[in-house]
Nanobody, 116 residues
Framework: QVQLVESGGGLVQAGGSLRLSCTAS????????MAWYRQAPGKQRELVAR?????????YYIDSVNGRFTISRDNAKRSIYLQMDSLKPEDTAVYYC????????WGQGTQVTVSS
């Protein structure tokens, strides 16, 4: 079965940094599009960043994180990462990774809390 395990969240002050990790199992990892989502209390889950598989590894970011967050992947480790810099309180949320081709499969998420 497909499993996604997120880690790396924590409590940081505004302006700080965190790096999130997600390890996937049960899929052919290298060619698939992967993404990071987040969900704050009382809000819908939203896409944060996306990275394509294969050789190109094109990326996409929502406007609110563009320039501050960087998505990357290591196919040998079957993992994707989200480097988050210049964090703001509005970034506070539970962060999840997802396989685009398997939209109903989610991990436990990892909590990111940014204090002012």
């Amino acid at each position: 079965q497909v499993q996604l395990v997120e880690s790396g969240g924590g409590l940081v002050q505004a302006g700080g940094s965190l790096r999130l990790s997600c390890t996937a199992s049960g899929i052919v990892f290298a060619p698939v599009v992967m993404a990071w989502y987040r969900q704050a209390p009382g809000k819908q889950r939203e896409l944060v960043a996306r990275i394509e598989g294969g050789a190109g590894r094109n990326t996409y970011y929502i406007d609110s994180v563009n320039g501050r967050f960087t998505i990357s992947r290591d196919n040998a480790k079957r993992s994707i990462y989200l480097q988050m810099d210049s964090l703001k309180p509005e970034d506070t949320a539970v962060y999840y990774c997802n396989v685009d081709a398997l939209p109903d499969i989610w991990g436990q998420g990892t909590q990111v809390t940014v204090s002012s």
